[in-house]
């Protein structure tokens, strides 16, 4: 599996986080952590989401393009309501992933648990490893000199 990556992002959340910017925004996401493996005979993405409500994630495929996006808002909270301290970053996270073509992009399940989003993609048929059989001729043939 093929991970788009851009060397510049981890500066750019730092930058952030040092200077107190917000968060992403619709056309500069922010990035969202991700660990990804192989389990049998499919891979799994986990994508750190906590406080984001499953109905703001947006998940979509194009050809081998995994796109998630999703959106922390902020809390309601009453009028008289002081904020003392505020470090959660909200805004709009985003994370793009090129699959591999041995992926069955047809077939990948989602689950939402405890602030994580986990996508589980199947290995294709076709990229399984098989046993080929060595069929035996028909009949034997003998060479006469």
Known sequence: ML???DPFRELDRLTQQFFGHPSGTWSRPSPMPMDAYREGDEYVIALDLPGVD???VDIDVER???TVKAERRPQTRSDDAQVELSERPLGVF???VVLADTLDTEHIEADYDAG???LRIPIAERAKPRKISIGASPGRKEIRG
Request: proline share 7%; no cysteine; glycine share 0%.
């Open 94 to 96: 985003s994370r793009q």
């Open 64 to 66: 081998n393009m995994l």
């Open 116 to 118: 994580v989003l986990t």
């Open 3 to 5: 991970m788009r990556t």
């Open 54 to 56: 499953p109905e703001a």
